[in-house]
């Protein structure tokens, strides 16, 4: 059987339909992303894993304006899909869904691990709280194999949501990068090799 490994990404999330709006009036479009249709690590971690792994990329509801109970209702829709022992990895907004989910809901399968990538804690770095996806002053991630992942120059999530994180999970192994952003590389050897020390 094929081992699974789900990865949750990232989004937006506002307070109301005005703030939703004004983010879109004031968003800078990179058009040479849409040119290049350039994809990050996620899929590329299907193909450095190998046939081994089942890499599963759920587009989440409505990204760009996202609700964690629309979230969490289309993720218990693919748990009946899952073996009985899966790895989550979150990024960005993801991390702090998948963080909040599995505080507040016992996940029926077994977790053999939890990584979260650049994740937000409170707030981002334009101020934004996380609202509907606000985390519970006591996280467990119902795991003892948790990975953190952030660097210092995210102009998206501020590195202090890392240091966040390892205070409100302090067995987690943390790996800090220097010059990563936000982490939307086409790579990423770190989470790869984490991942298959974990599984091998």
């Not at 040479?32 to 249709?37: A, D």
């Not at 966040?164 to 050897?189: C, D, G, T, W, Y």
Request: aromatic share 12%; proline share 5%.
């Amino acid at each position: 059987m094929k081992k699974q490994i789900v990865i949750i990404h990232g989004g937006d999330t506002f307070e109301n339909q005005e703030a939703y709006l004004d983010f879109l009036k004031n968003y800078e479009i990179d058009i040479e992303r849409y040119k290049s249709s350039k994809d990050d690590w996620k899929p590329w971690l299907r193909e450095r894993l190998g046939d081994d792994y089942e890499v599963i990329l759920p587009t989440m509801p409505n990204k760009t304006n996202a609700q964690f109970g629309e979230w969490k209702l289309w993720f218990e829709k693919i748990i009946p899909f899952l073996n009985e022992e899966i790895i989550l990895v979150g990024h960005s907004l993801g991390a702090s869904f998948v963080a909040k989910y599995l505080s507040e809901n016992k996940f029926p399968k077994k977790l053999n691990g939890v990584f979260l990538v650049s994740g937000v804690f409170d707030k981002d770095s334009d101020g934004y709280s996380l609202l509907s996806f606000s985390l519970p002053e006591k996280l467990d991630l119902q795991t003892e194999n948790l990975y953190l992942y952030h660097s210092k120059d995210d102009p998206v999530v501020p590195f202090s949501a890392l240091e966040n994180f390892i205070k409100a999970l302090p067995k987690a192994h943390s790996r800090v990068f220097e010059n990563r952003k936000h982490i939307n590389q086409p790579e990423f050897m770190e989470l790869a090799e984490d991942i298959l020390s974990l599984t091998n």
